[in-house]
Every structure is written in C-alpha cells, then in structure tokens.
C-alpha cells in the first residue's frame, strides 16, 4: 500500500473562482476581519487537511479588491489552531530575503513546528507599487533561487544550541555556535546571522511550483498538470510532489457546474493549467485515490470556500480517511514529521565535521 | 507632597506599554527566574499579564543584525527576537484589549510591503496596531539588505518622513463605504478604492492598496529617536515618543517640555503626543527591600563580564581577563577622535570619561564592576508600590510624563509584581483605568483621529 496521500487546502480569499465571493455566506465588509479567518482556518483542520496555504501577492487579487498579507493571516491562526500545517506564498521577486527569512522564522515560532512557505515569483507590475526596475524572464528564476539559499542558509545560521547561557564566564551566547551566511549572488550580499534563532523544524518546509527552484532545495514541488497522466510525469521527484487540484462539487445548494456556470456568467474562471475536477464528491474521492498512486499529495484549490468547504469535510476526507488513502495529521507533529521529513542537520555544523 | 490640585493636570491618567525586550544587558538570563527569550510562549504569558494589567501596548522592538563586539557576535546578552509584525499577528487572536506595537525600519523597507503589513496587523486586531518608526544610525545593518548600506543620520529622517506620507496615503486609499454586496456589481463599492501615486525624493510609488482602515483609523504612530531630527520628525509626524528620559523628574519635564514645544511649533496641539519614557520598575515591600532588590538585580545585569565590556569601550581597550571586582584599569584610555560621518552623536572625550569614573571609584572606595554600575545609565524607578504610586501620579500630574513602557528584567514574569501590586495602588490614586473603556490603541491613549483624518482647523 502506498503512503497516505497528504491533503492541503488553499484558504486565500473566499475560494479560487474570482466571483466566489458572490455565493459566500458572508458580506464584502466582513471578508478581510478575523473572524472570518479563525473560522474557516479552524474549518479546514477539524475537516483532518494537513496543511493550509494562504496564497498573496502585492497587488489586488482577481475579484476583490482586499487581502490581508499571508504571513499576518498565518500567523494569525497559528495559536489558534494546534495540528494543521500553515504555509503562507511568500514573493521572491521583490520582497527582502532577510525579512523574509525572518518572518518565516517566526512563523514557525508561533505555531510550534507547522509553518512552510510556497515560493512565488511576482509580477511586473508590483515593480511600480515598490518604484523598482521590472524583474521578469530568466532573472525570477534567479531571485527566487537567491532568496531560498538565502532563507535556507539564515535559518541554519544559529546552532541549536548557540544561547549557551555559561553564568562562570558571563556568555548568553557562544559566537562560534553563529555563523555569518555571507551570501555572494548577482545583485545582491547578504551577511547574516539570522536575528531570529534556528526555527523549531530547523528548515521551514519549502513548496515551490515544480520547475521554479532547484529541485533539492526544495521540500514540495507543487505539479500542475491538466490530468493524471500529465499530473504523474510532472516535476523533478527528487522531494515530495503534490498535485495542484481545482474542485467544484455538487452541494445541496446546486450542482458543481451549475454553480461554476452561475459564477461565470459574472467572471470567467481563469483556466490556470491545473487539473480541474467538478462533479459529486464520491468522483473526487475516485480522482484522489488514483492521484495517490503518483503523488505523494495534492493541493485542493475550492472554487467557493463556505460551499466546498463543508462537503469536504463531510463526504471526501471521512470517505479517504476511511480507506487509509489520506491520514489525519497526527497531534503533536510539527508539518516536516507528518511528510516524514527528518530535522535536518545544520549545514554549518555539518560543514564543520571532519570528512 | 503637592496635592493633585496644585498640579497642572490634576486628572491626567497614567498609560502603561510593556517593552518585551531590548537585547541587552538589562534582561537577566542567569536566574532561575529567567525563562525563554524566544519561545511563544513566553511572549504568550508576558502579553496575557500586560493586558491583565489593563495596559494600552504590549511593544517589541527590533534590530536587523546582531551586535557585534570586537569583530564577532556580541555574546554577553540575551539576543534572538521573532519578526515583530508576525509575532504581533500571531497574539493579535489571543488578546482583545492590549495594543500591539511593532518597532519597524524606514530604511531597509518599502512603504508598499510594510504599510500593508500594519495595515493587516491593524485589521486582524481590530484597531490595535502601532508602529514604532525607527531609522538605525549605521550603514553595518545594511549589509543584511539588497541595498546595502546606505543614507547617512539626516537622509534617514528624511526618507522616514516620505515613507510615512505614502504610508498614510495607503491607509487612507480606501472609502469609509466601500463594501459592496453580492447582488451589486463588485465586491468593492466602483471608486471606493483609489490608486496611491507619489513622487518624492526617496520614493516613487504607483500602487492599489489591498486593505480598509481598521476601527481606529490608522496603526498609531511611536516614534524613539533623541536627537533634535528625531525629536522635530516626533514633533510633526508621532503619535506617541519613546524616550529614554522616565527616570529623574527634571530631566523628563524638561524632555516632555522641550517635546511640547516642538509640537505647537509644528502646528499641533501640545498633547496630540503621548510621552511614554522607558523604565524599569523594581517593587519591595519596603523602600530598604526594594533598594536591596535593585542591587542585586544590578549584579545579575552588570555581570564582570558585561562590567569588562562597558570598561573595554570606554578605555578602548580589550579588558577580557581582568578582575572585574578588583580596581579600574591603571591605563591610560585610547583616545581615537571621530570622523565625520558619526551623524549628530555627541562625542566626549574618553580621557575626561575616565577622570570621572576616577574620582567617583576612589571617592566611594568602589570596585571596577561597582563603578560601571554607579555611573551607568539610570533606568527608572525603585520603591514600594504605594511609594512608586505616589511618585508616578505626580510625574503624570506635573505633565513630566503620559506613562512608561516599562521593560521587564525578567522574561516572562517580570511584570507580575507590577499588576499585581503597583497598578492596584494606582487604581486607588484615580491615576489609573480600572477597565478598559475602548477597544483599539488610539482610544485606549486617548488620542485624536490620524492626522490626515481630521477635518481642517
Ligand atoms: C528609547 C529608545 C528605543 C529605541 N529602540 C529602537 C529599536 O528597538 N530598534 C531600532 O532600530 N532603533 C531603536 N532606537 C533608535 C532610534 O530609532 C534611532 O534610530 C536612534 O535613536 C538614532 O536616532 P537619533 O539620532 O534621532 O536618536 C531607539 C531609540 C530610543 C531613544
């Protein structure tokens, strides 16, 4: 039997269509709060998903005007929640890697062991809002590989065990046990040490669109292909591989095509190149256990949270949890023990190791 | 004792922030007492306490690179913060009341990112978000950030300035009214969000911002800088100024003074500025027990190693080895004058520092370790708690201060004593809020609307 698949849910906005937030349950005014947050959060890890992504960019998303950044979002629901992983997009393309690194960091504070990060690149038109020259074709590559080295190498910076608190010689600290990163890249230096301690996990979990970052610098590649087979031929295979999946299911309030078509007729939903599954949840628990012979998990992107969400819950994990094609996250796991990674060593001190 | 009549703000009301925590010596991590610097925990317990106590702002502060000493990391001090924004986000869902102040960078970030990541502190919370607008004085910082080094000490005030007014023009991009309903054409009400365009020296920005204003408005704006630019961009720009003058009562009257000042000056009424200094606060049953506390405390901050340190860049000379509790240094000091590029930092002579430190060790017959502890900086108060009550409703009184934010020397129980015993005695003076009347930051400071949120004088 093959391990369970992994079940992650993307949390952004009111659900993947642009006019989601027409069939929501609640108005625009209450969208952005925090009620509404904790709410669907809380949802989504009682439903058993592993992980939750919050997706984000500079820029107004597609069919509403509002979003809270993802890594406030995030670190939000952090003490809110106890066992779902929270994975919030961070940009590479503009962003600071320092700050970066040290939000990722903290995040992983916060929720004891359960953040990662989906890398993105960002669009040109951000480069405006920031008055900074566009960065597009091959240099996104670059500044996204730049800025995960530079992540990886932050967090790795402090030792475990560098806060040596020796009261005999008066030392907090032994400066031996922090490293400077010194980062060298084509545009830019950064010196380290990180000002945020090693995070729990030692390395956040890093997801990244299959193709983006080389591939052993990343923890998740995320696959987006139209179907299983292109789906199952996806991505490097040197980490975990997780199926991009739109899903739209036939609810007491209208079945999955109707409800898509009602929401097109006000704003087309985009075709993004991910596999796309609208129907009764009995046909998406069929999709995800076949997924599951090639992947080792898939990232649900629902077409309408307050519709999908509940059907979720109610009909498709229970039906794969019931199988044992999808487990629960167990209690007490920090998000890198769920996928059965270990807690890598520091590459300082493996560094430091006689051969 | 002058009666609260005879002062000149018999009902002014005192504010307290809780600074959770410099990364210096001031943060004892030898004792048992001492718990994690870094675990949420800590910040978990430290914020339940502060907002117990009926305080208006749990506060962190931030530095983008770890001190140095001597070439390598400083190692003597508590070091190692969470990212102040995320970790506010993250305690924003555990607490209801307490505001929530981030110490944030103007130089090494973009107003797009940061004024969207308060504006999303300020949402999640409700109406509790402050942001402490801080510049750093050195280019080493820099090294962290694609841009390196860069501006010196005046630039700096410069671009916090611009940085603030795109900041405000996002915060205020957004109509009162702006939601639309699922019936109507669009999520957000046609023209109710309009695009922020601006052009100035440091800045030019084209941007649609993404969030509404929160109940208070704006995040509240702090401000800690003490040189004059710092002062006169406080004057113009802050909400609240962080200061390090808490502790003598003329020196903080004649800093909310000068501050006052310069406020009217800038075309503001004078108390549009809360003046919240620093302090520690160290409570005994009695004035004898507290003054013991306090030296015993001051040992545990001023270990020999830190007392060494401190000597070290006074004379200029590595004094690592030497005995801390035996007699300053014979040397000479090393007198290296300074280049032009220190910025408005006033420079003394460490030949005249170190005639000072002479005359006082051999007067008092003090150690090396004692003598550090003599003259350093004073940080605030000690006393009994109806004493310290008494001190602090005259300091509020008199107008010499709005409040402390108070830093803990202990992390996370340092403020227990405090709620538990002086606040009490405060409530009793009528100095002090026994329940929270509003529910965001700027009510709870009792200030007015943002300054670009009022109708025209
Ligand atoms: C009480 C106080 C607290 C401060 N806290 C911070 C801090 O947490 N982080 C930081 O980068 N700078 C901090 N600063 C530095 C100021 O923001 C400012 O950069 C520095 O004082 C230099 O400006 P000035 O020459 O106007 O004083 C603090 C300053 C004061 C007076």
């Known amino acids: 039997m093959p391990p369970p698949l992994h079940l992650a849910i993307e949390l952004d906005g009111d659900g993947a269509h642009p006019a989601a937030w027409r069939r929501s349950r609640h108005a625009p005014a209450d969208a952005l709060g925090p009620a509404r947050l904790r709410q669907v959060a809380r949802h989504a890890e009682n439903a058993g998903f592993t992980l939750a992504t919050f997706d984000d960019a500079l820029l107004p998303p597609a069919g509403v005007a509002g979003r809270v950044g993802a890594v406030e979002r995030a ?4 003490p809110l929640t106890s066992v779902i992983g929270l994975v919030p997009v961070v940009g590479t393309t503009y962003t600071e890697p320092f700050h970066v690194a040290s939000q990722l960091a903290s995040l992983d504070f916060a929720s004891l062991g359960r953040a990662g990060w989906v890398v993105a690149t960002t669009g040109a038109a951000a480069a405006a809002a920031l008055g900074r020259p566009v960065v597009e074709g091959d240099a996104l590559a670059r500044e996204a590989r730049d800025a995960v080295r530079v992540n990886r190498d932050l967090w790795d910076s402090w030792e475990d065990d560098a806060a040596i608190r020796d009261v005999l010689t008066g030392r907090y600290l032994d400066h031996t046990k922090l490293h400077y990163v010194d980062f060298v890249g084509e545009t830019y230096t950064v010196k380290g040490p990180a000002i945020v301690p090693r995070p729990p996990q030692g390395q956040l979990v890093v997801f990244a669109p299959a193709g983006l970052v080389p591939a052993d610098q990343v923890d998740v590649e995320l696959v987006a292909g139209p179907d299983v087979a292109a789906v199952a031929s996806g991505g490097s295979g040197a980490g975990l591989r997780f199926a991009e999946v739109e899903v739209a299911l036939d609810t007491a309030a209208g079945d999955a095509l109707d409800r898509v078509g009602d929401l097109d007729a006000h704003t087309p939903w985009p075709h993004t190149g991910r596999l796309r599954y609208a129907g009764p949840a009995a046909g998406l628990v069929a999709l995800l256990t076949e997924l599951a012979r090639v992947v080792d998990g898939v990232r649900l992107h629902p077409l309408v949270l307050d519709e999908e969400l509940p059907e979720l819950s109610a009909r498709v994990l229970p039906a794969l949890f019931e199988a044992r094609v999808a487990g ?9 023990s769920t996928f059965g990674l270990t807690r890598p060593e520091n590459r300082f001190t493996a560094e430091e190791q006689p051969a | 004792m002058t009666s609260a009549d005879d002062l000149p703000r018999p009902d002014a009301q005192l504010h307290f922030g809780v600074f959770f925590q410099g990364v210096n010596h001031w943060t004892i991590w030898s004792e048992p007492e001492s718990g994690s610097q870094v675990d949420f925990a800590s910040f978990r317990r430290m914020v339940a306490t502060a907002e117990r106590g009926l305080f208006d702002a749990f506060f962190l502060g931030e530095g983008l690179r770890l001190r140095e000493s001597g070439g390598k990391v400083h190692e ?44 999303g502190l300020d949402v999640l919370s409700e109406g509790r978000a402050g942001w402490n607008v801080v510049t750093t004085d050195n280019a080493w910082t820099g090294e962290n950030f694609r841009r390196g080094g860069y501006l010196d000490h005046a630039d700096r005030y410069v671009r916090a300035e611009q940085f603030l007014q795109v900041a405000r023009a996002m915060w205020d991009s957004w109509a009162d009214d702006w939601a639309g309903s699922a019936d109507g ?9 309009a695009p922020v365009r601006v052009t100035s020296s440091q800045f030019d920005v084209d941007i649609t911002p993404t969030l509404p204003r929160s109940p208070q408005g704006h995040p509240v704006i702090f401000q800690a800088g003490d040189s ?53 606060i160290i409570i005994g049953d009695t004035e004898t027990e507290a003054e013991e506390k306090a030296r015993w405390i001051r040992l545990r901050q001023v270990t020999p190693a830190t007392a060494l340190a401190i000597a070290g860049q006074v004379w200029g000379l590595d004094l690592t080895g030497r005995d801390a509790d035996g007699p300053l240094p014979a040397e000479d000091p090393v007198v290296v004058e300074p280049t032009g590029t220190m910025g408005s930092r006033r420079w003394t002579d460490p030949r005249q520092i170190v005639q000072r430190w002479r005359d006082v060790a051999e007067a008092e017959k003090l150690t090396l370790r004692e003598t550090v502890i003599r003259l350093g900086p004073q940080r605030g108060h000690v006393g009994t708690p109806s004493g310290l009550a008494d001190r602090f409703a005259h300091f509020v009184r008199a107008g010499a201060v709005d409040g402390f934010n108070v830093s803990p020397y202990f992390t996370p129980d340092g403020l227990d004593d405090i709620v538990d015993r002086l606040v009490p005695e405060l409530q009793d003076r009528g100095v002090y809020r026994t329940a929270y009347t509003g529910t965001t930051l700027r009510e709870h400071l009792g200030l007015r609307d943002p300054i670009t949120r009022r109708a025209p004088r």
């Open chain 1, 328 to 336: 629960r996250p167990p209690v007490g796991s920090t998000l890198r």
């Open chain 2, 228 to 280: 004059s630019d710092g002062r006169d961009f406080a004057a113009r720009n802050a909400e609240v100024i962080f200061s390090a003058h808490g502790s003598d009562f003329d020196d903080a009257l004649a800093f909310a003074t000068d501050v006052r000042h310069r406020v009217v000056a800038a075309g503001r009424p004078a108390d549009d500025l809360k003046i919240l200094p620093g302090t520690e």
């Open chain 2, 76 to 119: 003597l001090d508590v070091a190692g913060r969470p990212d102040a924004v995320t970790q506010l986000a993250a305690l924003a869902g555990l607490t209801s009341r307490i505001g929530l102040v981030a110490t944030q960078n103007t130089t090494y970030n973009e107003p797009a990112d940061l004024a969207r990541r308060l504006a």
């Open chain 2, 185 to 193: 054409p669009a999520w957000a009400r046609p023209g109710a969000v």
């Open chain 1, 75 to 78: 670190a939000y629901v952090a």
